[in-house]
């Protein structure tokens, strides 16, 4: 690893992954590492070493550490208590994590969660809140594609009110732990058959269960390639979720924020309904919110 010497050291700690940024009084990225000590992986007392491994001797003299995501969570290096919504993007009141070496002082920044209907994030409010510092002045919503897809609504620096689909995570279980792994493929698409089972999804979502099932069916009786079934069920899914959250993104300002093809995914799918939106780059975004939660913690 290149020895360098940060003013701070950005960190985005998730479940599976963790990536750290030696950072500039200024902005200017110094040096990046990542490796897969998530949450999910380490007990409390296991945090701290993972860290050292991951920054080296990144810390020597200059030991502020701004970390967001599963860090804080109640089974993370220390629970960071949720901001209620509405809230800044960047929640205040850091959490600071205990810690053995002298010198080394780690913020967690707080997750948002709202009370009715009641759902939670952590880590996308730092990419909210990196978003809204590349884009200032921005009001609308941002879609937030992932295992668990969130839809924010943002107002004047604040989230405002937010909701979780689980589609990511509902395409990766059905189409590998239910009947549908025999016909759903790994890889392969269909641009067609997409677009034609989002559309369908949206305008009968209540139909959705029975055309998962068809699936299997039209794969049995008429030899549906496995790449068009991975992209009708993708369709299907989808379009359910954009029915659902079609209060949120009507009418409305919108932001995906991602990379690759499942933002694009969702971007196309939007635009299918007179409904563009602007893509973000979701590393980007990340970096720019734990940038501006530097700054909050400098004053």
Known sequence: ???????????????SNVRAWAMSASGTVMAEAGSDKGMGKLSRDGFEPALKDLIGDWTSGHGTVIACGMVGARQGWIEAPYAHTPCPATPVGFIAAPTTVPGLNVHIIPGIAQLQPADVMRGEETQIAGFLALNPGWDGVLCMPGTHTKWVQVSAGDVVSFQTFMTGELFATISTTTVLRHTVGAEGWDDDAFNAALSDSISKPERMAARLFSLRAEHLLHG?????????????LIGAELAASRPYWLGQQIGVIGAG??????????????????MANGAAVTLAGLSAAYRRLKG
Not at 4 to 13: K, L, Q, Y
Not at 224 to 235: C, E, K, Y
Not at 261 to 278: G, M
């Open 1 to 15: 690893m290149a020895s360098v010497t940060p003013d701070w050291i950005a960190v985005d700690w998730g479940t």
């Open 224 to 236: 549906l390639n496995p790449a068009t079934a991975r992209a009708r069920l993708s369709g299907l």
């Open 261 to 278: 093809t499942v933002a694009r995914l969702y971007v196309n799918a939007l635009a299918q309904q007179s409904a563009p939106a602007t």
